[in-house]
């Protein structure tokens, strides 16, 4: 008797936790902590690029775009880049005729750095330097150099006064 009492106990409670499960249709969650970027793109004035179209390329492939989106009504989007594919993203925001470009380094550690548009290889910025150089050079070069009066060299025999 004992053991018949036992075992309805425990068929009665194995039948009400199944149907509790059964009837809630339980729902789990999980987070994981992944970085990502909360891109903002504005005007120079500050005033937000609303719908602007986003274009990202993967290091892998930068021919072809990786991902599209917009922006919000503030300018806002939020990219989070593939950490199994390392090098330089490229994120390109464009709307009537505006437009920039962001880079965005995920190494082959994992961590990722934002890099900014004046981050240039030690080359380019040489050559920048050498260019603007160049410029003022030639610039006054032009304006230094003395304006010498036009000679007309006529002769007698071609002349018709």
Not at 106 to 124: H, K, W
């Amino acid at each position: 008797m004992k053991l018949q009492f036992v075992l309805s106990l425990l068929i009665l409670v194995t039948g009400i936790n199944w149907s509790s499960r059964t009837l809630a249709h339980g729902v789990l969650m999980e987070a994981t902590p992944i970085p990502s970027f909360q891109v903002q793109v504005t005007y120079e004035s500050g005033e937000p690029m609303a719908n602007a179209q986003i274009n990202v390329y993967a290091p892998t492939d930068p021919q072809n775009v990786w991902l599209q989106t917009l922006t919000n009504e503030n300018g806002y989007f939020l990219f989070t880049p593939d950490p199994n594919i390392p090098g330089t993203w490229d994120i390109q925001a464009r709307l009537a005729g505006h437009g920039e470009l962001l880079r965005i380094n995920v190494q082959e550690d994992g961590a990722i750095r934002q890099l900014s548009r004046s981050d240039n290889t030690p080359l380019q910025k040489w050559l920048t330097i050498a260019a603007v150089v160049w410029g003022f050079v030639g610039t006054a070069l032009f304006f230094s150099r003395r304006q010498q009066p036009l000679q007309t060299t006529a002769t007698p025999e071609h002349s018709h006064f």
